[in-house]
C-alpha cells in the first residue's frame, strides 16, 4: 500500500509498523501518560527512580514530652505521581535507664505508623527504654509510603523523639555520659528511595 498525505486532515496512511526511522519518536512527543504500564518491557515497573539521603554526625538532644525532629535529619524529595517511597534509616540512641523513649516517622506532619489506640496507652512507631549512661542502642525505621503525590510537590520526611517526662533526656549519636575513651560519638542517616509504579 503506497503512503498517502491528507492534506485536509494531515493524517498519513500506509505507514507500516516500524516504518519511521530510529530517533523520530522522542519522549516530548509523546503525550503525558500516553504509555500505560501493560505496554512497557517486562520489569520496566519499580524500579528505583531517585534515592535522597541525610546524615546526621552531630549530636542532638531533648527533654521534650511530646514529639521533636531531630534537628538536622531530614529527607526533602519531589517524586513522580503514583510512584511510593520505600524510607529507611538507623538513629543512634542513649538516655536514661528509667525512661521511655517514644519514635516517630513523620511525612511532613503526618506520623507514618503507629500502633491501635488502646486506653490511655501512647501511640507511636516505636518505644524503647532508655540505656545505661554509658551505652546507646539503634533505631532503624523502615517504611514503604503510598503517598498519593502530585508528581510536583517536595515531600520532607523526618524522624521524631520524646521522652515521657521532662527530667529524663534523649540523646541521639551519644550515650548520656558521654565524656569516656570507650564511648562512642556515631552516626545516624535516613533515605528516600522513590520506586516507580
Request: hydrophobic share 35%; glycine share 12%.
Amino acid at each position: 500500500m503506497a503512503i498517502t498525505i491528507d492534506g485536509g486532515t494531515n493524517i498519513i496512511s500506509g505507514l507500516a509498523v516500524g516504518g519511521l526511522p530510529d530517533g523520530v519518536v522522542d519522549e516530548d512527543m509523546l503525550a503525558s501518560n500516553a504509555v500505560s504500564s501493560g505496554k512497557l518491557a517486562s520489569g520496566a515497573g519499580g524500579k528505583c527512580l531517585q534515592v535522597v539521603q541525610d546524615t546526621l554526625t552531630d549530636v542532638f538532644s531533648t527533654n521534650a514530652t511530646s514529639y521533636t525532629a531531630i534537628t538536622g535529619l531530614s529527607v526533602t524529595i519531589t517524586p513522580t505521581s503514583g510512584s511510593k517511597i520505600l524510607l529507611m534509616g538507623f538513629i543512634g540512641y542513649g538516655g536514661q535507664s528509667a525512661a521511655n523513649i517514644f519514635m516517630g516517622l513523620f511525612r511532613d506532619s503526618t506520623e507514618l505508623l503507629v500502633g491501635d489506640a488502646y486506653s490511655s496507652a501512647p501511640r507511636s512507631f516505636a518505644q524503647f527504654a532508655g540505656r545505661n549512661t554509658n551505652s546507646q542502642a539503634g533505631f532503624s525505621p523502615m517504611y514503604l509510603d503510598t503517598h498519593g503525590a502530585d508528581g510536583s510537590t517536595a515531600i520532607t520526611y523526618t524522624v521524631k523523639t520524646y521522652s515521657e517526662g521532662s527530667s529524663y533526656y534523649i540523646y541521639v549519636n551519644r550515650c548520656q555520659e558521654d565524656n569516656g575513651s570507650t564511648m562512642a560519638r556515631t552516626a545516624s542517616t535516613l533515605m528516600a528511595i522513590e520506586i516507580g509504579a
